[in-house]
C-alpha cells in the first residue's frame, strides 16, 4: 500500500453525473415517497417541490466550494480550507456518518423489495410465497450481500458507478410516468381534484415534518463534491454535474408523484391511507393500479437498481471522506492507505462498509434511517452554506464557479437547512438521538486519540501553504526584539519564514533601557542612535528581501519584561530570539513568562537561511513539540529544498525489536511532520549530547526542542552553552506555549 496515495482524476461529466443520478434519482422516492404521502397526502408533491428549492441552493454552495478546494472530502474539505482542522473532524465526522446512514437507508430498501421480488416470483412459480421471505431477517441478510457485492467492486474498481444502472433505471421511470400520464388523460378534472383533496392531510407540522424525512430523497450531489479529487477539469465538471444531476431528479420526481396520487389510487381510498398501509411499496401498489402487474414489476426493477446504485454512491463517497480524513490524521492513519495495485483505499472502504453493515443490524426501519440521514445532510448542508460565505469573503483570488445573488442564497439555503434540521430533531428525537450518540462517539474518539496527530498534519499543511492560514482568517504575528545588527539579517529571514509575507506579519522590537540613576543630558541621543541603527539594519535586511515589516521602538527600565509585555499586548503567536542577545538566565525568564512559542536562534557570523540545505531534528520526546516544529519545519521547506533527518538517540542496551520499533515510529512522525522527504535515523549511545554533536557537525542547521521549563528551574542554561560550544551549525531551539 501507498501511505498517502492519490487516485488519478480519471472521471469526467458523465462520469460525475452518474455519481450524482445513482445516488439521487429513484433509491429515495421510492424508499420515502410511502412516509411521506402518509405524513401529509397529496402535499407529498410539494414537499419535495421544496425540498427541490432548499437542494439547487444547496447544489450552488457546494459547487462554489467543490470548485475553490477541488479535493475529494465534500464538506470535511471545506471547513479545512476555511476553519480548523477541529471543525474540519466534525464537518468530516458528520459527513462520513450520513453517507453510511444513506448507504443504510439504500440497503434496506434494496432488500426490502428484492424481498417482495422473491415473494410474487415464488407465488408465481410456486403457487406460495413464505412469510419469512419479507421478514426481517431475510431482508438484512439481502442488505448485508448487497453491501459486501459493492465493498468488493469498489475495492477493485476506482470510478463512478454503473452507469448502465443509471441508464436503465432513468427508462424504466420514464415508462412509469409515460403510462401515468397516459392513464391521467382519462380522468376528469373534477376526479383528479378529488384525488389530491385534501391536500394537507396532518397541517403544516405534517408538511414540513415531511420535508425533514424525505429531504435525502435529494441528497447525493454533494457526493460529487466528496469525489471532486478524481474529477477531471474540476472547476468546469463540478457544477454542471451537480446541477444536471439534480434537474434529473427533480424532472423523474414531480411528475411520478403527481401520477401516484392521481391515477394510482383505486376508487374510494387516498393516497395517505394507502401510504400509511403500505408506506414501503406503495409506489409499487399505485404503478399496479393504472398500468397492471407490468407496472408493478417495473416498479420493483426500478426499485433495485435505484437502491443498488444509491447504495454504491454512497459506499463511494464514505470512503473517499474517510480516506482525506485519515491522511490529515483525523481519522486513524491506516484508513489513509491507497492500494499500489487497484489504486483504491481497501481499508477506507471496508472500515466505512463495516460501520454501514452493523448499523443494518440496529436500525428498525427504513423511516427511522431516512430520519436520521435527512437530519444529519441537513447539519451538515448548513454548515456548507456558512463555510461558503466565510470562503467568499476571505478569498484574494474568486473561485471558477461564482454563486449567484451573494450572500442571498447562502443565507437563505443556511437558514432552511438550520431551520428544517432543528424541527427534524425536535418532532422525530430518534434522529436527533442517532445524531447526538454519533457527535459524541466521535468527540471522545478525537481528543482521545487523534489530536495531537491531526494538529501535527495540519501545522505542517499552515506552514506549507500560506493561503491556508489566509482563508482560516489567520494572520500570525511574530515578535522579533533586535539589539545586534551582526544578526539582524539572519533573524529577519527566519521570522519571515514563519510569518509569509502577505499573510503574517513581523514586528521588530528595540526596546531602549533607562539607566537605573537616569540619563544624563548627553546619553539619551547616544541611546536612540544605537537603537536607530539595529532597527536600520533589521528593516534593511527585510526589503532586501522583499519583504515588509512593522519596527517599534519602546522605553523600559529593562528589556526583558518589556518584551514579554509587548508579546501580550500584540497577541503575538511565536517570539522569535537571538542567543547572541540575552545570556541563557534571561532566556529562561522570557520562556517561562510569555505565552506564545519561542524560537531561539544561535548562529555562527554571516549565517543565513537561504544557505541551508541540510537540517537535523534531534527528538529525545516524541509529541513533546511536534506541531511547533511541524510548522517551523513547514515554514522552512516551504522557502527552500531542504532535506530533514530526523534523530533519536537510544540507551546502548537497547534491543534491536526496540530499536526497531522505534525506527517505525519516527518515521512515521517525520513523515507526518514534514511535507517533503524527511529520513528517520535511530542510533544507539549512552551519550545523547555527544551523539547529537558529532552528528549535527555534518548539517546546517540543528532543530532542538525545550520544554516549557518553571522559573526555580535552570534546564536551559544547562544546555546551551554545550550546544553553543560544541556544534558547529546554527542552532534554532524551539518552546511550545504552555
Not at 419479507?134 to 457485492?149: E, K, N, Q, R, S
Not at 407540522?205 to 430523497?217: D, E, H, K, L, S
Not at 451538515?380 to 483570488?397: D, E, G, K, P, V
Amino acid at each position: 500500500m501507498n501511505k498517502q496515495g492519490t487516485i488519478e482524476r480519471s472521471i469526467g461529466l458523465a462520469g460525475a453525473t452518474g455519481v450524482g443520478i445513482g445516488a439521487i434519482v429513484g433509491g429515495g422516492i421510492l424508499a420515502l415517497a410511502g412516509v411521506a404521502y402518509a405524513t401529509t397526502g397529496p402535499a407529498t408533491l410539494a414537499v419535495f417541490a421544496a425540498n427541490g428549492v432548499i437542494a439547487v441552493l444547496t447544489a450552488l454552495s457546494f459547487a462554489e466550494m467543490s470548485t475553490a478546494f477541488p479535493e475529494s472530502g465534500g464538506t470535511y474539505t471545506f471547513a479545512k480550507n476555511v476553519l480548523s482542522v477541529r471543525a474540519a473532524f466534525a464537518f468530516g465526522w458528520v459527513g462520513w456518518f450520513a453517507s453510511i446512514v444513506a448507504g443504510v437507508l439504500y440497503a434496506l430498501g434494496f432488500a426490502s423489495y428484492a424481498a417482495i421480488a422473491l415473494q410474487e416470483c415464488g407465488r408465481l412459480l410456486f403457487g406460495i410465497a413464505p412469510e419469512w421471505l419479507v421478514g426481517h431477517a431475510m431482508v438484512a441478510t439481502l442488505a448485508i450481500c448487497a453491501t459486501a457485492y459493492y465493498t468488493f467492486a469498489l475495492i477493485r474498481t476506482s470510478g463512478s458507478g454503473d452507469n448502465w444502472i443509471n441508464f436503465a433505471k432513468m427508462i424504466v421511470f420514464a415508462v412509469l410516468i409515460g403510462g401515468g400520464l397516459w392513464a391521467l388523460t382519462g380522468k376528469s378534472l373534477t376526479a383528479i381534484h378529488t384525488s389530491l383533496t385534501p391536500f394537507l392531510t396532518h397541517g403544516t407540522a405534517g408538511f414540513f415534518q415531511a420535508m425533514g424525512y424525505t429531504f435525502i430523497a435529494l441528497q447525493g450531489f454533494d457526493l460529487i463534491a466528496a469525489v471532486a479529487g478524481e474529477v477531471r477539469t474540476p472547476e468546469r465538471t463540478l457544477p454542471r454535474a451537480m446541477l444536471l444531476s439534480l434537474a434529473a431528479a427533480l424532472g423523474v420526481y414531480l411528475p411520478l408523484l403527481f401520477v401516484i396520487a392521481t391515477v394510482g389510487v383505486p376508487p374510494g381510498q387516498t393516497i395517505g391511507a394507502l401510504s400509511a398501509k403500505h408506506p414501503e411499496v406503495v409506489v409499487a401498489l399505485a404503478a399496479r393500479h393504472f398500468l397492471g402487474e407490468t407496472g408493478f414489476w417495473l416498479v420493483l426493477i426500478a426499485a433495485i437498481l435505484s437502491m443498488l446504485s444509491a447504495l454504491q454512491a454512497n459506499l463511494l463517497a464514505a470512503s473517499r471522506v474517510a480516506l482525506t480524513m485519515a491522511q490529515d490524521r483525523t481519522l486513524p492513519a491506516p484508513i489513509g492507505e491507497v492500494h499500489i495495485r487497484y489504486n483504491t483505499p481497501i481499508t477506507a472502504i471496508c472500515v466505512s462498509a463495516l460501520t454501514m453493515a452493523t448499523l443494518l443490524m440496529v436500525v428498525p426501519d427504513v423511516a427511522a434511517a431516512g430520519a436520521a440521514a435527512s437530519l444529519i445532510f441537513l447539519i451538515s448542508f448548513a454548515m456548507t452554506h456558512w463555510t461558503s460565505i466565510l470562503a467568499r469573503t476571505r478569498r484574494r483570488t474568486p473561485a471558477p464557479f461564482h454563486t449567484p445573488f451573494f450572500p442571498l442564497i447562502p443565507v437563505t439555503g443556511g437558514l432552511c437547512c438550520a431551520g428544517l434540521a432543528l424541527f427534524q430533531a425536535l418532532s422525530v428525537p430518534t434522529a436527533g438521538l442517532i445524531s447526538a450518540v454519533w457527535l459524541g462517539l466521535g468527540g471522545l474518539l478525537y481528543w482521545a486519540l487523534l489530536a495531537r496527530r491531526a494538529r501535527v498534519v495540519d501545522a505542517s499543511a499552515e506552514a506549507l501553504d500560506p493561503q491556508l492560514l489566509q482563508m482560516r482568517g489567520r494572520s500570525p504575528l511574530v515578535l522579533v526584539p533586535v539589539a545586534n545588527p551582526q544578526n539582524a539579517s539572519a533573524m529577519v529571514a527566519v521570522a519571515h519564514a514563519l510569518a509569509p509575507p502577505g499573510v503574517g506579519r513581523v514586528l521588530l522590537l528595540s526596546v531602549v533601557a533607562t539607566p537605573e540613576e537616569g540619563w544624563h543630558e548627553e546619553e539619551p541621543p547616544h541611546t536612540l542612535r544605537d537603537t536607530q541603527t539595529v532597527l536600520r539594519e533589521a528593516v534593511t535586511a527585510s526589503f532586501a528581501s522583499g519583504m515588509a515589516p512593522e519596527a517599534l521602538m519602546t522605553i523600559a527600565p529593562q528589556p526583558w519584561p518589556e518584551i514579554v509585555r509587548v508579546s501580550r499586548v500584540h497577541r503575538c503567536e511565536s517570539l522569535l530570539l537571538g542567543l547572541s542577545d540575552v545570556n541563557s538566565a534571561h532566556l529562561e525568564e522570557l520562556i517561562s513568562s510569555v505565552a506564545c512559542d519561542v524560537v531561539v536562534l544561535h548562529a555562527p557570523p554571516g549565517w543565513h537561511l537561504k544557505n541551508i540545505h541540510r537540517v537535523l531534528v534531534p527528538t529525545r520526546s516524541l509529541g513533546a513539540h511536534d506541531k511547533f516544529r511541524a510548522r517551523l519545519l513547514g515554514s522552512l521547506c516551504r522557502t527552500g529544498n531542504r532535506e530533514v533527518t530526523f534523530l533519536q538517540v537510544l540507551p546502548e542496551h537497547m534491543s534491536d525489536f526496540q530499536c526497531d520499533r522505534a525506527q517505525r515510529r519516527l518515521t512515521q512522525f517525520a513523515n507526518e511532520e514534514v511535507p517533503t522527504r524527511a529520513d528517520a535515523l535511530v542510533v544507539r549511545h549512552n551519550k545523547p549530547l555527544e551523539a547529537i554533536t558529532d552528528m549535527a557537525n555534518n548539517y546546517d542547521l540543528t532543530v532542538l526542542g525545550l520544554e516549557r521549563i518553571d522559573k526555580n528551574r535552570r534546564q536551559f542554561g544547562q544546555l546551551a552553552p554545550i550546544l553553543a560550544q560544541n556544534i558547529n551549525c546554527a542552532t534554532i531551539m524551539i518552546s511550545r506555549r504552555g
